[in-house]
């Protein structure tokens, strides 16, 4: 089969791999439809997770159809098409139980963190990943939903990790009515946690990042005001400045550890790896949000030590909440909000990209080249009526 596959930092190809097995009877093996590009990946692609092996295989977003099923699985049949959540979860541990599925303790030995995500390095399991023509699904029976046949399959792609990432920074936050809601990145997360704010009874939402078309898109797409931090000295005088001398009620992270805006950030955490990448928005959070405000965090840090100032959380009497989204556990309610036309995930896709030039459409979105947001890679085969490919221009070739 065709797979995504890691050949060093800033260079990933298309290649032909072995398909996959069925290893243990709870598994199923799953024909990807539709595949992401995640802003997480970038992470990978650019080196800075530990243990990304050569060879790997990326990808935690996927939806598909079954095509095969161990002999323990009871609630999938061949034919069905699935919502694949990027978590690998066993369903009956003590964090599977309530409901935290990312915190899985059953699916990676490599560590006592992060549970098993599918196609991001040894360090979540090992687990081949969903940019690909094929997959093994582990605990089949568990993790994937059917994908409901009045929903769109860009919708459903979406599903498994952008929309509730952003869904559950908006949720950790807690919101109240009229609260003022800072959401730090204009990527896809950042979209969909600014949007998700507004249902969440959000009186005001600022979102904040430094590239202008991104700002442009959210502006539109979640309706919300921007800052350029380019144009802003301090951030959190700028915010309190725009909040009545207070701070935001919230803030959230939606950025993570290759975060820009501070050289000193970016050379001890990205260029040196002194600290597991660049805390800048972090900083900007706790120092934002007013006194006995709440910080969501749903960006990607390393598993080492960053520099925080939790001193400043301390006396501000602040509330920190984090974590890898438990993606099973808010389907429900996000097939709801679509289904109501609250929320419309596949209008963020600016670009659809055969599997076959992968390693052109990672180079552009890594580059923020060709005013890119969301990226949906269509396997050979996987082609149907509700698609189209986008050609991508030939001065964003790798």
Partial sequence: ????????????????????????PLDAIVKVLRSCICGSDLHLYHGLVPDTRVGSIFGHEFVGEVVEVGSDVRNLKV???????FNIFCGTCYFCQRELYSNCHNV??????????????????????????YVRVPFADIGPTPIPADMHIEDAVLLTDVVPTGYQAAEMGDIRENDTVVVFGAGPVGIM???????????????VDHVDYRLDFVRRYAHCETVDFRSVGDMAIHIKK?????GADVCIDAV??????????????????LQAGAATVLHWAINSVRKGGNVSIVGVYGPTFNAVPIGNAL?????????????KRHLPRLIEHI?????????????????EEVSDAYEMFSGKKDQCIKTVLIPPGATDAASTTTTIPEDNAA
Avoid: F
């Avoid at 797979?3 to 260079?11: E, G, I, Q």
């Avoid at 034919?79 to 959540?85: A, E, L, M, Y």
């Avoid at 006396?315 to 989204?325: D, E, H, I, V, W």
């Fill in 339 to 355: 289904r109501e036309g609250r929320l419309d995930p596949r209008g963020i896709i600016t670009h659809r990209v055969p599997l």
């Fill in 79 to 85: 034919g069905d098409r699935v919502i694949v959540p």
């Fill in 242 to 246: 725009l909040t009545d001398g207070l």
């Fill in 315 to 327: 006396n501000k009497g602040l509330t920190l909440r984090m974590n890898q989204a438990s993606v």
């Fill in 256 to 273: 993570g550890c290759e975060a820009a805006g501070s050289a000193m950030q970016r050379m001890t955490g990205v260029t040196m790896k």
């Fill in 1 to 24: 089969m065709l797979a995504t596959t890691y050949r060093r930092p800033y260079r990933v190809s298309a290649r032909h791999v072995p398909d996959p097995a069925i290893e243990h």
């Fill in 193 to 207: 946690a600014a949007r998700s704010a507004w249902l969440m009874g959000a009186g005001r939402v600022i979102v």
């Fill in 108 to 133: 990676n030995p490599e560590a006592t963190a992060v549970g098993g995500i599918y196609g991001y390095s040894h360090t979540t399991g090992g687990y081949d990943g969903g940019q690909a023509e």
